[in-house]
């Protein structure tokens, strides 16, 4: 940490030097401008680049058989240009891992492809995608998803099982959308005061997110044991504790979210405090097993604790909620 410390002239004006290195660095000379903001954390900020165009990030990959996992890499780290050049050709195999991937990733467009190289370019501009809009899309999806994936395991609805497995795409497409934009945020301190989010709730909204696809996967897994009854509906006396007990924590991973993108304190904590009842109702529900066909009360069983994995999930998001004005 470099101190300075605060001088006033005769007329009553502060100031303080700047670091030398910083401004050799940044081309800053007698009579340069700079910017200069107060951030809503009472931060000062300078910025001695102010008005120029954001230069466009751009990184070269070669082929390698990792090059899904190192072009979404590149992405979240909010890179605009990925370029994929190999030193004689692209071959079809890693051409169609290359179009697969970009096709995952929100705003990444193939903008020029030839024999030896394609590039990628991300359309999105971060200050126009705010980053509670973008979650709150998360979670309409995955909402979705875990309301319909225990539909169907009443039902035995393989149809509509199948139809959620295909939605987890989506809420990892926005997964990885907010994870961008909120790196992006935290690299730009200007964007922050723009779309009104500091960096603890990058943090905050990092974490949420994560929960909230976590939700969207284990959602997609009761889907699967949906599928694995072949068609068959849960008889009644069974049906009614399990739609119960999906009921009540269907309704605390909402109420999560509220809270937390709210910052209501009182939804919170009525998150957490349900954990009594849903534990007496998930017992309840594990007991009837006994009374199921062997191959039915394991499905039963292995889903009932995805239910509980996903309360738990939103009870870590409850507990992310900050009371307003914090």
């Not at 107060?38 to 300078?46: K, T």
């Not at 907010?178 to 779309?195: F, H, S």
């Not at 499905?299 to 009371?323: G, K």
Request: charged share 25%; proline share 4%; net charge negative.
């Amino acid at each position: 940490m470099d101190l300075r410390k605060i001088q006033k002239t005769r007329g009553g004006t502060f100031f303080v030097t700047l670091p030398k290195e910083w401004a050799v660095k940044n081309g800053i000379n007698q009579g340069s401008v700079v910017s200069t903001s107060i951030a809503s954390d009472g931060h000062l900020i300078i910025d001695p680049q102010y008005n120029l165009e954001p230069i466009l990030r751009i990184i070269v990959l070669k082929p390698t058989p990792y090059l899904s996992r190192e072009i979404i890499g590149k992405y979240l780290l909010g890179y605009d240009i990925i370029r994929v050049e190999a030193k004689d050709r692209i071959t079809v195999e890693q051409r169609e891992a290359i179009k697969e991937t970009s096709s995952r990733l929100i705003g990444l467009e193939i903008i020029e492809e030839d024999y030896t190289k394609m590039v990628m370019q991300c359309l999105l501009e971060p200050s126009a995608l705010p980053p509670e809009k973008v979650l709150r899309r998360e979670h309409l999806i995955t909402s979705g998803m875990f309301n319909d994936a225990l539909t169907a395991m009443v039902e035995g609805d393989v149809q509509l099982a199948k139809n959620v497995i295909s939605r987890d795409n989506e809420a990892d497409r926005l997964y990885f959308l907010l994870v961008r934009i909120l790196r992006t945020v935290i690299q730009n301190p200007g964007l922050n005061e723009k779309l009104e989010i500091s960096p603890i709730d990058c943090l905050d909204y990092r974490l949420t997110a994560s929960l909230v696809e976590s939700v969207g996967d284990l959602s997609s897994q009761i889907a699967d044991y949906a599928t694995h009854l072949n068609g068959k509906r849960l008889d009644i006396e069974y049906s009614k504790p399990f739609s119960k007990l999906y009921k009540i924590i269907h309704e605390s991973y909402n109420d999560a979210l509220t809270a937390f993108l709210s910052r209501n304190i009182s939804i919170a904590a009525s998150v957490r405090n349900r954990k009594t009842d849903i534990t007496e109702m998930h017992l309840q529900a594990d007991s009837i097993c006994n009374t199921l066909p062997l191959d039915v009360a394991q499905n039963i069983i292995s889903v009932n604790s995805l239910i509980n994995q996903i309360y738990d999930h939103s009870v870590d998001i409850s507990d992310l909620t900050t009371p307003k004005g914090s």
